[in-house]
């Protein structure tokens, strides 16, 4: 019986080294060619369009559309949109997909776009937004695994594309409108903030940083299954839209999307509420309770949860001060966000102060409080806001080397600081960081900022969507003459790649 169960146990073993095996293989062989390939997107291969005075066409761009500069006088095109989302934005609670379809089709209502939003009601009073561009709520309680009624939704939808003018544009943010709906729509775009293919790096790290006594989860196997699943429906999507260079390359090649149907648009944040204050700076600290002896504040924002990485920062944090006589007196730590990991960095003493979550203005004199912002992420799949708000606000940025994070935001050491996802290497950077101190980081703010500023405000952004919804819209692509899949048009900023 005993050699029966070894001998499963060793089957199973032998077929998860397989797999790891595999998974590295195709990470690295990914890897390498999403580098060789994004160093042609940025150089020659790009710009040699401009360069001959010639147009391109925008479907063909193969680079993060957040490069080109469309204009930013309001749209010649007036567009009907249809989002589906499965949650809005309740105040701070908000996830990464939720802020992101609130700045998105904000700033597109503002620039004139009708927008309706197709979401789910929640217990809490639905919020509204002060603002003189009107967007549109179509509300249905939700299904009873808490997700969109797709039902419901799509006959709101029906009603309201019957009335009047019909839609030009459905966009889905991830799975908002599912893809058996999707089928057969050619003017819909999804975005994805996250991929089953990059999780399964993220469920490697997790597993390796288990302790002796905690089971094994069965995810590994579960997550390939859903990448198949993934790599069969997402074709059913018309276009897509991949938040990172990273995952843009993943849909194309192991997803095996076509290259006209994937499009890069990095996310962005609102640059007028996320921009460096020196006011702000002593102001919060005071507030806060750091004291004038602090020679480094280091920041953390976000979901205080495991896989954000909090136990390694934790842990990272806790040798450190007891290693270093300098941190005790002179490095302190502001932490924002709710998670049970807050409880925890109390533990560590009067240099670790705990905010709490935080409203965007506030988030924003946090920032402005900071020498060095760290995001000790063991999620893979994404790109966290918090990342680029911090480099909005002129702030150095720590990560974790993931593909998404060094691929489109910490791109070289003078932007900011990488890190492997141990306590090792984490405390390595803290060193360093030290090590280096505020002068040097003050130049990486710099270069940071200046790097949001033209790839990841929520103007650029907004103008990268807004092209590309006219271009794959239900109307023409060609009006007046003018067709929109073509780049640069006449009144595009400076007709230049930044």
């Not at 390939?37 to 291969?45: D, L």
């Not at 776009?113 to 561009?133: G, L, Q």
């Not at 076509?258 to 005071?286: L, T």
């Not at 033209?454 to 990268?464: G, H, N, S, V």
């Amino acid at each position: 019986m005993r050699k029966d169960h070894c001998s499963s146990s060793s089957i199973h073993f032998h077929l998860l080294c397989r797999f790891l095996f595999a998974f590295s293989v195709l990470s690295s062989v990914s890897l390498i060619y999403w580098s060789q390939s994004s160093a042609s997107c940025t150089g020659e291969a790009a710009l040699n369009p401009e360069k001959r005075n010639e147009s391109f066409h925008l479907l063909a761009f193969p680079s993060a559309l957040n490069q080109l500069s469309f204009s930013a006088k309001p749209p010649r095109r007036l567009l009907k949109v249809a989002l589906f989302v499965k949650r809005w934005p309740h105040g701070n609670l908000a996830g990464g997909l939720e802020r992101h379809a609130l700045t998105l089709h904000l700033a597109l209502a503002r620039r004139g776009h009708e927008i309706h939003v197709f979401t789910t009601k929640s217990n809490a009073t639905f919020p509204r937004h002060n603002d003189p561009a009107a967007i549109s709520f179509h509300l249905t309680p939700p299904s009873p695994a808490g997700y969109l009624n797709q039902a419901l939704a799509w006959e709101q939808f029906r009603t309201e594309n019957a009335t009047g003018r019909p839609f030009d544009l459905i966009h889905s943010e991830s799975v908002g409108l599912l893809h058996g709906r999707a089928r057969n729509i050619s003017n819909l775009a999804a975005s994805w903030h996250g991929i089953a293919y990059e999780t399964i790096h993220s469920d490697v790290v997790q597993d390796l940083l288990r302790g002796p006594n905690e089971p094994r989860r069965p995810t590994i196997t579960e997550r390939l299954s859903k990448v198949i699943e993934e790599v069969k429906f997402f074709p059913h999507y018309a276009h897509h839209v991949a938040t990172s260079d990273h995952v843009g390359d993943v849909l194309k090649r192991i997803y095996m999307i076509p290259e006209e149907r994937v499009h890069i648009i990095v996310n962005g944040v609102d640059e007028s509420i996320y921009r460096p204050d020196p006011k702000m700076r002593e102001a919060f600290r005071r507030k806060v309770g750091v004291p004038d002896r602090a020679s480094l504040v280091i920041g953390l924002a976000g979901r205080l949860v495991k896989d954000k990485g909090h136990p390694l920062m934790f842990e990272a944090l806790k040798q450190v001060f007891g290693e270093e006589e300098r941190f005790q007196r002179e490095v302190f730590v502001l932490v924002a966000g709710d998670g049970p990991w807050g409880n925890r960095y109390k533990e560590l003493g009067r240099n670790i102060i705990v905010l709490g979550p935080l409203e965007q203005s506030e988030l924003a004199k946090l920032y402005n409080s900071l020498d060095v912002y760290f995001n000790p992420t063991l999620r893979a799949q994404g790109l966290d806001h918090t990342f680029i708000e911090a480099m909005l606000s002129g702030v150095a940025i720590a990560g974790t080397r993931f593909a998404s994070i060094t691929g489109s935001l910490i791109v070289g050491s003078d932007v900011g600081y990488t890190f492997l996802p141990t306590v090792e290497s984490l405390k390595e950077s803290l060193y360093k960081i030290t090590k280096d101190g505020k002068q040097v980081l003050s130049k990486k703010g710099e270069v940071a900022r200046n790097r949001a500023l033209r790839l990841f405000t929520a103007t650029k952004m907004a103008a990268a969507y807004e092209r590309l919804f006219q271009c794959i819209s239900k109307e023409p692509a060609v009006m007046d003459n003018i067709d929109y899949c073509r780049y640069p048009l006449p009144w595009d900023s400076g007709n230049k790649l930044k």
